[in-house]
Every structure is written in C-alpha cells, then in structure tokens.
C-alpha cells in the first residue's frame, strides 16, 4: 500500500525541472517509477531527481511504496505513483504547452 504523503500546500507553479519529473507519471497515469527510472527518463542528476521526488510526495502529489519482492541481494527501492490532485495539477501546469497527455 502507497504510504499516505504529508501533504503541505502547494502552488500551482512547479519549476521546470519539477515538471520534468511529472511528465513521465503524466504520460503513463499507472507508471510506478523508482528514483532511478525517472532519473534516465529526465537526464536531471540523481540526486536532483530525488530531491524533487521527495518535495512532490510531501505536497501530496506523488505517493510511494517500498518494493515488494526487491532482487535477491539489494534492498526494496522506493517506488512512486501520481496521485489524482498531482495529475490534475501537473496537466494544469502542462496545458499552455499543450504537452498535456
């Protein structure tokens, strides 16, 4: 189960990198991407990507889990999912770009 995020209030304004990050949890709503994962799919560094993984799940618009079944021999990677209010906010966002999915 997706732990239930801190939710502090967030403006509409992300930054670009931010909205980096969104975009590939907006094109595919039922993506759970690891740090990792987004980190290739956006070219921000690792230690950007989770910086802004972690300022997104504690405005309540991403949600994590730990793995379930990690590789034998490594730790559970946390995972992330879009919740509805960071899809409705990242689309909002996008759509003036018409980058919108």
């Known amino acids: 189960m997706y732990q239930q995020p801190r939710i502090r209030p967030m403006t509409p ?32 560094s690792l230690s950007g990507s989770y910086l802004i993984l972690a300022r997104l799940e504690d405005h309540g618009l991403l949600c994590s889990k730990k793995e379930d079944a990690p590789k034998h021999g490594q730790l559970p990677r946390k995972l992330y999912h879009i919740t509805d209010e960071g899809l409705s906010m990242a689309r909002t966002a996008l759509a003036p770009l018409q980058l919108s999915a």
């Open 13 to 44: 304004n992300f930054t670009y990198e931010a909205l980096k990050v969104m975009m590939p949890f907006v094109l595919s709503t039922t993506a759970t991407l690891s740090g990792y994962d987004v980190r290739k799919q956006t070219g921000i």
